[in-house]
């Protein structure tokens, strides 16, 4: 059994940075491709960044790009969210999911997701 566990969120004025975690486990961490998505109130999930299981290819939304890094340590089963520049519309809960297949930017392609970790920013 897979699980997907993030942490790391919680309430920043705009211009502050956080850094969300997330740790899988429960299956090798090898071969992994991590994504992050995030769902505001009211929206659908939207995706906002991606990388490969080597960290060679990253992805991001239009959104976050210039604003947010992704990372992983694979010594750790763990991956990274660093967020700058927030914005009161980067307000909403965020998720971590996991497949075994190539990194995609769709919420379908990932079988594996966290709980989700609130993320508020204040203007």
């Given at each position: 059994?897979?699980?997907?566990?993030?942490?790391?969120?919680?309430?920043v004025?705009?211009?502050?940075?956080l850094?969300?975690?997330?740790?899988?486990?429960?299956?090798?961490?090898?071969?992994?491709?991590?994504?992050?998505?995030?769902?505001?109130?009211?929206?659908?999930?939207?995706?906002?960044?991606?990388?490969?299981?080597?960290?060679?290819s990253?992805?991001?939304?239009?959104?976050?790009?210039?604003?947010?890094?992704?990372?992983?340590?694979?010594?750790?089963?763990?991956?990274?969210?660093?967020m700058?520049?927030?914005?009161?519309?980067?307000?909403a809960?965020?998720?971590?999911?996991?497949?075994?297949?190539?990194?995609?930017?769709?919420?379908?392609?990932?079988?594996?997701?966290?709980?989700?970790?609130?993320?508020?920013?204040?203007?």
């Amino acid at each position: 059994q897979v699980r997907v566990v993030e942490s790391g969120g919680g309430l920043v004025q705009a211009g502050g940075s956080l850094r969300l975690s997330c740790v899988a486990s429960g299956r090798s961490f090898i071969g992994s491709s991590m994504g992050w998505f995030r769902q505001a109130p009211g929206k659908e999930r939207e995706f906002v960044a991606a990388i490969s299981w080597t960290g060679g290819s990253t992805y991001y939304a239009d959104s976050v790009k210039g604003r947010s890094t992704i990372s992983r340590d694979n010594d750790k089963n763990t991956v990274y969210l660093q967020m700058n520049i927030l914005k009161p519309e980067d307000t909403a809960v965020y998720y971590c999911a996991a497949t075994w297949r190539p990194a995609t930017t769709t919420p379908g392609g990932y079988s594996y997701w966290g709980q989700g970790t609130q993320v508020a920013v204040s203007s």
